[in-house]
Structures are given as structure tokens and as C-alpha cells.
């Protein structure tokens, strides 16, 4: 089955930038609608941004349009969120997910069927 594994996480000031990575394990990569989601501390789990199985279409939730860019690199199997102009209130754990056989991006976490461990990102103000 397939696996996913997130890095790139850590400790940055208000207003940097950090680039978060998915390792997708198989070589059907661009099976898989990719998402990113994130969990802060008694918070619901939400979704922060998705991306077709061929790169051509991306979704973001409001918060993060023109902050956060998604993108995948066939040739490495990763699919990565860059990150600028980071703020305190996107502190949480991001996960990546994979819907597998669908080809529409979802923004419920539901519709995914593998998840990796996550990250965590924090935000200093």
C-alpha cells in the first residue's frame, strides 16, 4: 500500500517561509490526488490546499491563497507546500493525504484514504 511521508516542518518567526515535503512511496504517483491538511492544538483537523494527479488543478482554503503554493514533482514522487509570509495562526501539524482512483481534489479529510505521520510548524509572533 501505498505510504507518505512528510518532512520539512520546524520553528520559524512570523513572516518566513518554509517548504514542506510528501514523499509518495509508490511509482503509480500520479494516481493519487494529493492534500495537505493541518491540526493545531484543540482545533478540528482543516484543509489547506490540494492538487490534481497531473499538477494542472489546485485548491486552497481562503487563508492561505497567495501565501501557500502546492506542486508536485513527478520525478521525485513528492509533492511539497511552500509556505511564505508565514503567521503565528498557521501553527499546527500538517499531514499529506492520498485519494486514491479519484480525480477530483476534496477538501473534507474523509475523502482521503492514506495519510502520512505529519509535521509540525510553528509559527513565532
Known amino acids: 500500500q501505498v505510504q507518505l511521508v512528510e518532512s520539512g516542518g520546524g520553528l520559524v518567526q512570523a513572516g518566513g517561509s518554509l517548504r514542506l515535503s510528501c514523499a509518495v512511496s509508490?511509482?503509480?504517483?500520479?494516481?493519487?490526488?494529493i492534500g495537505w491538511f493541518r491540526q493545531a492544538p484543540g482545533k478540528e483537523r482543516e484543509f489547506v490546499a490540494g492538487?490534481?494527479?497531473?499538477?494542472?488543478?489546485?485548491s486552497y482554503r481562503d487563508s492561505v491563497k497567495g501565501r501557500f503554493t502546492i506542486s508536485r514533482d513527478k520525478a521525485n514522487n513528492t509533492v511539497y507546500l511552500q509556505m511564505n509570509s508565514l503567521r503565528p495562526e498557521d501553527t499546527a501539524v500538517y499531514y499529506c493525504?492520498?485519494?486514491?482512483?479519484?480525480?477530483?481534489?476534496?477538501?473534507?479529510?474523509?475523502?482521503?484514504?492514506?495519510w502520512g505521520q505529519g509535521t509540525q510548524v510553528t509559527v513565532s509572533s
Open positions: 492538487i490534481s494527479r497531473s499538477g494542472g488543478t489546485t
Open positions: 493525504a492520498a485519494r486514491i482512483g479519484i480525480l477530483t481534489i476534496s477538501s473534507e479529510g474523509k475523502r482521503y484514504d492514506v
Open positions: 509508490e511509482r503509480t504517483f500520479s494516481s493519487y490526488v
